[in-house]
């Protein structure tokens, strides 16, 4: 449980955060807006699989990308086993899911602020607000809804993430059961310690788990303000 927290902690704050980013950047008038928004599909378009498989290969210790990039700038004298390494195995995932998830979240983002109403900026810009404030003041109230379901949904999909720890770790949720959530500890539990009882009782909790969280959100961000 302890590490389902922490891993939904960055991946959920950390990439709804990113996301907005990314929408509010998008949300620009520039050359090739249209090809970037459409190169942001890819990730999510990518299997789960085939996603685990590129990250692991890139953070492989032996000839992975990430290392020889390290080397290269001389930050690192030596090769880092991060899959085989508890501190840093779950930064891997944490990456490796963000990498995955955030274009959908941004994709949805950046509609929800296409859909605020052009005549409210130009009337802040008549008032003296400056990018800061129209965003603070103007665009987050706006998305608040979206923001909820972003949330949600993150929370959803970083409670019951399998796919990318499997291919990470080889099936194990290693090392030292570094990677291991409470999701897969029910995988584990139901096919690989054949444990079909406990591994049942296991996923009722994360269903309840999920719809507290869901409820959570609902009661935090889905009230209106003059409520």
Same mark, same amino acid.
């Given at each position: 449980?302890?590490?389902?927290?922490?891993?939904?902690?960055?991946?959920?704050?950390?990439?709804?955060?990113?996301?907005?980013?990314?929408?509010?950047?998008?949300?620009?008038?520039?050359?090739?807006?249209?090809?970037?928004?459409?190169?942001?599909?890819?990730?999510?378009?990518?299997?789960?699989?085939?996603?685990?498989?590129?990250?692991?290969?890139?953070?492989?210790?032996?000839?992975?990308?990430?290392?020889?990039?390290?080397?290269?700038?001389?930050?690192?004298?030596?090769?880092?086993?991060?899959?085989?390494?508890?501190? %840093?195995?779950? *930064?891997?995932?944490?990456? /490796? #899911?963000?990498?995955?998830?955030?274009? !959908? &979240? $941004?994709?949805?983002?950046?509609?929800?602020?296409?859909?605020?109403?052009?005549?409210?900026?130009?009337?802040?810009?008549?008032?003296?607000?400056?990018?800061?404030?129209?965003?603070?003041?103007?665009?987050?109230?706006?998305?608040?809804?979206?923001?909820?379901?972003?949330?949600?949904?993150?929370?959803?999909?970083?409670?019951?993430?399998?796919?990318?720890?499997?291919? %990470?770790?080889? *099936?194990?949720?290693?090392? /030292? #059961?570094?990677?291991?959530?409470?999701? !897969? &500890? $029910?995988?584990?539990?139901?096919?690989?310690?054949?444990?079909?009882?406990?591994?049942?009782?296991?996923?009722?909790?994360?269903?309840?788990?999920?719809?507290?969280?869901?409820?959570?959100?609902?009661?935090?961000?889905?009230?209106?303000?003059?409520?």
């Amino acid at each position: 449980l302890l590490r389902t927290a922490v891993f939904s902690l960055f991946t959920v704050f950390g990439g709804v955060a990113l996301a907005i980013g990314i929408a509010v950047l998008l949300n620009e008038k520039f050359r090739g807006r249209t090809v970037v928004r459409v190169l942001l599909l890819v990730p999510w378009a990518v299997p789960p699989v085939v996603n685990g498989i590129i990250w692991k290969l890139i953070f492989d210790g032996s000839y992975g990308v990430a290392n020889y990039a390290l080397m290269g700038l001389g930050l690192t004298e030596e090769r880092i086993q991060w899959l085989a390494t508890p501190s %840093l195995a779950m *930064g891997v995932l944490v990456v /490796a #899911e963000l990498w995955k998830l955030t274009p !959908f &979240l $941004a994709l949805m983002a950046l509609a929800s602020m296409q859909a605020i109403p052009s005549s409210m900026y130009r009337a802040a810009v008549i008032d003296g607000a400056n990018r800061w404030q129209q965003f603070w003041r103007m665009t987050l109230p706006n998305m608040r809804g979206t923001i909820m379901f972003l949330l949600i949904v993150q929370s959803m999909w970083s409670i019951k993430v399998f796919d990318t720890i499997y291919v %990470l770790t080889g *099936g194990s949720g290693g090392p /030292a #059961e570094a990677t291991t959530t409470i999701n !897969f &500890l $029910a995988y584990l539990t139901s096919f690989s310690y054949l444990d079909r009882g406990y591994g049942a009782a296991m996923s009722l909790t994360i269903m309840a788990i999920v719809c507290l969280v869901a409820v959570f959100w609902v009661i935090v961000l889905g009230r209106r303000k003059d409520q």
